[in-house]
């Protein structure tokens, strides 16, 4: 059916009805159609869906709105697993099949090095799907606040007051203050709920005060969990201040849930929720966890960085080391190598690794992890990417045979894609977890690259996010 408002001029407040949704674009926003004009839509609507639109944003060539009403729903959509789908900014897209996901995953990668980057490239190859659906984080945070979020539902009529209600779990996108008490996650192995509800039950039952992000007070703050694919178990409760009710409650835990490894707690009497600069304490165990990639170990502790899905940040090195096509006799550079992790998984294929990274705790932690998986071949290194990898520091480290390169979203610095120009590496592997940076990068790159090999992998099931390997080969 055609919509029923020609959409042409620059109007504000302006609802469309029966707009056909017709793909996704970026960052999981679907796309319709209206008159030539491209509307973003959010609100929860997948392709195939006829919706009615409000306008928040309406400009010559494109409009975005919010879906206020779903007329028909797509023959795409199966039923979400999640009881707390819909309000949870969590798993976003478990409305779509997951081979769904996968397709237009694909379709957003090849889009973005053809529209953003307007490149030349191999067909893709196929996304590498998660085994793991479900369950497959190893980090998850959980919040604790003394503001839930009430749904329509449990708010109460006009003139009568607003219950307070506690509520442990995740905040609800772009309402800072509010939290979804969640039951049950689906994103992480147990005993992850099991702690989380065992943590819950106790401090109703003794009436520990939650944190109230704006009156700044409270007590319970924050709940960060690992969970290994060794089976290691780590807790880091987080609270405000020391309390004798600590005790208690810490040691309850233990009880109930002996899979629990090792038990932090961590006092913040600050303003923000960051751990980074605080002290976490040992209250039980040896204050980390070992996740294993192949047969490399690493250590985690409360503070450590770490590919949050263990089974696919495995494939994803696979790829990338796949792609840089070692023999054992190349100096391979690890740029935005985090805590050395893929520096050292492709250190045995490698005469030498050199990583650099922002964060000086990353490189301890980087150099600590190759020392315990007997890696003599890496060095790593801290500073801004576009300090160090000068001439000098090529000069002293040897010229690169590879460059593994995998940046934050926000892509490359141009500083560092004019500098990989000039040293012009033969081989260069792009590892993004934003293919629109990416895209973006590569086009800059082309002036003495081919693209050769590209591998999209889904790291995170459910979710519009996605990370892409690309093979630079120099042209000449
Ligand atoms: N390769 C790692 C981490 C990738 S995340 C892994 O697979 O685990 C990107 C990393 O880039 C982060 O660790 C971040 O701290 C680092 N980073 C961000 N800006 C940087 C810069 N300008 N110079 C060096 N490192 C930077």
Redesign the pocket.
Same mark, same amino acid.
């Given at each position: 059916m055609k919509p029923s408002y020609l959409c042409t001029r620059e109007e504000k407040n302006v609802v469309l009805e029966n707009v056909p949704v017709t793909g996704y674009a970026a960052e999981g926003k679907a796309l319709a159609r209206v008159d030539g004009k491209v509307v973003f839509l959010e609100g929860g609507v997948v392709p195939g869906d006829v919706v009615d639109v409000r306008l928040s944003k309406n400009k010559k060539d494109w409009a975005e709105g919010k879906a206020t009403h779903i007329r028909s729903y797509s023959p795409q959509r199966t039923e979400p697993f999640c009881e707390h789908f819909g309000l949870c900014g969590g798993c976003k897209w478990q409305m779509l099949p997951y081979e769904q996901q996968m397709a237009y995953k694909q379709q957003q990668v090849e889009d973005h090095l053809r529209r953003i980057g307007h490149l030349s490239f191999p067909p893709l190859e196929p996304i590498l799907g998660a085994e793991h659906t479900r369950r497959y984080r190893n980090k998850l945070e959980f919040t604790f606040s003394n503001k839930a979020y009430l749904t329509d539902a449990e708010m109460p009529a006009k003139g009568e007051e607003i219950p307070r209600r506690n509520a442990l779990g995740f905040h609800i996108p772009r309402l800072f203050d509010k939290v979804l008490d969640i039951n049950t996650c689906h994103l992480m192995e147990e005993p992850a709920n099991l702690i989380k509800n065992t943590i819950r039950a106790y401090a109703e039952k003794h009436d520990l005060s939650y944190y109230d992000i704006r009156q700044q007070q409270g007590w319970l703050r924050n709940l960060v969990l690992r969970v290994c694919s060794t089976g290691e178990v780590m807790a880091n409760l987080v609270v405000h201040h020391e309390d004798e009710a600590l005790k208690g409650l810490l040691d309850h835990l233990l009880e109930q849930v002996p899979a629990i490894t090792t038990l932090l707690y961590t006092i913040n009497p600050k303003k923000n929720d960051t751990i980074f600069d605080l002290e976490p304490k040992i209250w039980f165990g040896k204050g980390y966890v070992e996740e294993k990639l192949e047969d490399f170990t690493f250590k985690i502790g409360p503070k450590s960085?770490?590919?949050t899905n263990t089974y696919q940040?495995e494939a994803l090195?696979k790829v990338t080391r796949e792609f840089a096509g070692l023999t054992g006799k190349e100096t391979v550079y690890?740029?935005?190598? $985090?805590?050395g992790? !893929?520096g050292i998984f492709v250190s045995r294929q490698a005469k030498k690794v050199v990583g !650099?990274?922002? !964060?000086k705790e990353?490189i301890d932690d980087a150099k600590e992890n190759a020392a315990a998986n007997g890696v003599a071949n890496a060095e790593f290194f801290a $500073?801004?990417? !576009?300090d160090i990898a000068d001439d000098a520091f090529f000069a002293a480290h040897g010229a690169p045979d590879v460059i593994i390169t995998?940046?934050?979203r926000a892509g490359m610095?141009e500083k560092l894609t004019a500098k990989l120009l000039e040293v012009a590496a033969p081989r260069i592997v792009y590892?993004s977890?934003n293919p629109a940076t990416q895209a973006r990068d590569l086009a800059l790159l082309s002036e003495k690259y081919t693209i050769e090999r590209v591998r999209p992998v889904d790291m995170f099931p459910h979710t519009h996010h996605i990370e892409n390997v690309v093979l630079l080969q120099r042209k000449y």
């Open positions: 960085f770490f590919q940040g090195y690890d740029l935005y190598c $985090g805590t992790s !893929i !650099i990274e922002l !964060i990353a $500073g801004d990417v !576009i995998d940046p934050p610095h590892v977890c």
